[in-house]
């Protein structure tokens, strides 16, 4: 069936520091693939979506390329801050399979050192 | 920021007992979703909806789980009988079935806790 597929469940880094977040997908299909960000006591909230059609999504200073050959949406920063501690959670849907259920990684716990 | 609203933000039942929780999701969504979120942070997809209409369901939701979305009132996830199992962070989710018709939008959750 359709997974996700999240290798570090714990990153912990410094201000300033390069962030990178492994994620690689199985699936038959072509989805949307999403990170959402989930801060203590709330919901997921989109971070950013990539579709087939433009293949990088970029917000608030994260990027990631949804790369087709190697089944891969990485996460990326230049330059992490404090207010980045949170799980991040790479996840695939699409509303035209599925119905729409949404399907998520295992989650990754980033925290940022002072 | 998302406008999905689910109350209660907490609720605690014992064993056997009715847990019923409630989500108005974002104005003019048709489509709404409800995961269950265990302690290790693992997403389970209980049902959806299109409007009144439910889309699909795993069987653990028809079985002991009832969830509705009425017209003009906010939809309802009850579990029938709360098992301690049951405890989890339930997370309701809307979406627009348009543009972005493939991105959900979160509540905070209702935290459920079965002693």
């Known amino acids: 069936g359709d997974s996700v597929t999240q290798m570090q469940g714990q990153v912990t880094l410094s201000e300033d520091d390069f962030l990178f977040i492994n994620c690689t997908y199985s699936?038959?299909?072509?989805?949307?693939l999403f990170w959402y960000v989930q801060y203590p006591g709330e919901g997921p909230q989109l971070l950013l979506k990539?579709?087939?059609?433009?293949n990088k999504g970029i917000s608030r200073g994260f990027e990631a390329t949804y790369d087709k050959g190697t089944t891969s949406f990485h996460l990326q920063k230049a330059s992490v801050q404090e207010s980045d501690s949170a799980v991040y959670y790479c996840?695939?849907?699409?509303?035209?399979?599925?119905?729409?259920?949404?399907?998520f990684g295992q989650g990754t716990k980033l925290s940022i050192k002072p | 920021n998302s406008k999905v609203i689910q109350t209660p933000r907490y609720l605690v039942k014992g064993q056997g007992q009715k847990a019923k929780m409630r989500c108005i999701p974002e104005?003019?969504?048709?489509?709404v979703f409800w995961y269950q979120q265990n302690k290790n942070n693992e997403f389970k997809f209980l049902i959806n909806?299109?409007?009144?209409?439910?889309?699909?369901q795993i069987d653990m939701t028809e079985k002991r789980f009832s969830a509705e979305c009425p017209s003009n009132s906010p939809c309802s996830l009850e579990i029938q009988s709360s098992e301690a199992g049951d405890s989890a962070l339930y997370l309701c989710?809307?979406?627009?079935?348009?543009?972005?018709?493939?991105?959900?939008?979160f509540g905070p959750g209702t935290r459920l806790l079965v002693l």
């Open positions: 699936t038959t299909w072509y989805p949307t």
């Open positions: 996840v695939l849907g699409d509303m035209n399979y599925n119905q729409g259920k949404l399907i």
């Open positions: 909806f299109q409007n009144q209409e439910v889309l699909q």
């Open positions: 990539v579709t087939t059609a433009n």
């Open positions: 104005k003019g969504h048709p489509v």
């Open positions: 989710a809307s979406s627009d079935w348009g543009v972005n018709q493939d991105t959900q939008y």
